[in-house]
């Protein structure tokens, strides 16, 4: 009688154990990428272009009515198959973040003087999508802050450059917690002068000691 209730609690035993196998939770390891990319709509139907000029077409319907075409966006995805050319790629959309897109702020000396410049924790600046794009940390409690990406005539010199100015604005906002962020600023309004090879742009960063940053356009 001992040796029949071993048997069963040892049979019940290992039957908890395949039970358990069976029923443990599945991880998707699949191999994504994660890339700031160019919203485009085409027919009702949304695609991305990489700033190298790929386009990523979705297998799955993806709605535009959160989506601009040619809003900035961190898209999260896996390739499933490239397409007859290199330039097109069918992929599966795993997720879309956000990115504070805007255009340039086009303003005078006098009034560029009334915009605050609080320092930022600068991570990476680079150009991509006719667009100025940033990757940063801000020290954030409960208040908005605000990015301007600035334009001042009277800056422009006779030359192959575009001066702008990144302009940080903390509102006020007590100490808190660093909180990551990405940015983008659309130029091409203001690459119609043909003779445009660089950008400099100045920002306020804390972590950098440089605080001027030259960008090639080509």
Not at 58 to 65: A, L, R, S, V
Not at 130 to 149: A, Q, T
Not at 150 to 176: C, F, M, S, V, W
Request: proline share 3%; aromatic share 10%.
């Amino acid at each position: 009688m001992n040796l029949q209730i071993k048997h069963i609690a040892i049979l019940c035993l290992f039957s908890g154990i395949f039970l358990s196998c069976k029923n443990d939770e599945i991880f998707d390891y699949e191999e994504f990428r994660l890339d700031m990319v160019t919203c485009l709509i085409n027919n009702n139907s949304v695609y991305f272009q990489l700033d190298n000029g790929s386009y990523l077409i979705p297998d799955n319907t993806i709605t535009p009515e959160s989506i601009k075409s040619m809003q900035r966006v961190m898209l999260n995805y896996v390739i499933k198959e490239k397409r007859i050319t290199d330039k097109e790629y069918i992929i599966k959309v795993r997720s879309i973040g956000q990115v504070l897109y805007k255009g340039i702020l086009n303003i005078s000396a006098e009034d560029a003087s009334t915009i605050k410049d609080d320092s930022i924790y600068l991570n990476s600046i680079w150009y991509g999508g006719e667009c100025i794009n940033l990757r940063y940390k801000i020290e954030f409690n409960n208040i908005p802050h605000s990015l301007e990406m600035i334009y001042i005539p009277e800056k422009q010199l006779p030359d192959d450059t575009l001066r702008l100015q990144l302009r940080h604005d903390k509102n006020n906002d007590p100490a808190g917690f660093l909180t990551a962020g990405y940015a983008s600023f659309r130029i091409s309004p203001l690459l119609i002068r043909q003779n445009l090879t660089t950008i400099k742009i100045y920002v306020n960063c804390y972590n950098i000691k440089e605080k001027n940053f030259t960008l090639n356009l080509k």
